[in-house]
């Protein structure tokens, strides 16, 4: 099965905001609210920032804020800091066999 | 709160079989939810490998389902990987997390061991 479909990279200045996007199919993304984005600094874990596509965990910021419509999940950054910078992963839940997929991530970079 | 740490050899030759164990401290493995393994190979994404419920209940990647054996042991509170017929495509990663009941979430997330696959 193909992951999900991230842009490679994104990029903003301190203060901004931007909107990274996920694209998937109605069997995954479209089908089910079941989107999750996990950030990943470089040479550490990753971390829960968003579930249920739009619910944010205790202790993540405001800042950080899901959508979706349609086949397409996006995560959006407002206010952007430094200690953004990371990479940053879709995942969604999936019909059949496949169960779980996960894009192929984005750097972003502030 | 919960804390997950992967341990395993960190090589493995290969056509031979990849083993890890993920030991939870914080909460029991049998308190509802998923419990489960993600790699990631050296400046690649994500790919899931499987989860497990404590009750045995399993869900498999199917692309890994014929080489893969996701197991928990209740009374030691920590639950295995294991991988079989591994090939240099395996080194990676490998995380151990805690999910939702319907997949939907991966939390927390292991430090995660680096498994080279190399004769």
């Given at each position: 099965q193909s992951a999900l479909t991230q842009p490679a990279s994104v990029s903003g200045s301190p203060g901004q905001s931007i909107t990274i996007s996920c694209t998937g199919t109605s069997s995954d993304i479209g089908g089910y609210n079941y989107v999750s984005w996990y950030q990943q600094h470089s040479g550490k874990a990753p971390k829960l920032m968003i579930y249920d596509v739009t619910k944010r965990p205790s202790g993540?910021?405001?800042r950080f804020s899901g959508s979706k419509s349609g086949n397409t999940a996006s995560l959006t950054i407002s206010g952007l800091q430094a200690e953004d910078e990371a990479d940053y992963f879709c995942c969604s839940y999936a019909d059949g066999t496949t169960h779980v997929m996960f894009g192929g991530g984005t750097k972003l970079t502030v | 709160q919960v804390q997950l740490q992967e341990s395993g050899p960190g090589r493995v030759k290969p056509s031979e079989t990849l083993s890890l164990i993920c030991t939870a401290s914080g909460?029991?493995?049998?308190?509802?939810h998923y419990w489960g393994w993600i790699r990631q190979p050296p400046g690649k994404g994500l790919e899931w490998i499987g989860s497990i419920f404590h009750t045995g209940s399993v869900y498999y990647n199917a692309s890994l389902k014929s080489r893969v054996t996701i197991s928990v042991d209740t009374s030691k509170n920590h639950f295995s990987l294991r991988l079989t017929?591994?090939?240099?495509?395996?080194?990676a990663v490998y995380y151990c997390v805690r999910g939702g009941n319907y997949l939907n979430w991966f939390d927390p997330w292991g430090q995660g061991t680096l498994v080279t696959i190399s004769s």
């Open positions: 993540v910021s405001n | 909460d029991s493995i049998t308190n509802g017929s591994v090939t240099a495509a395996d080194t």
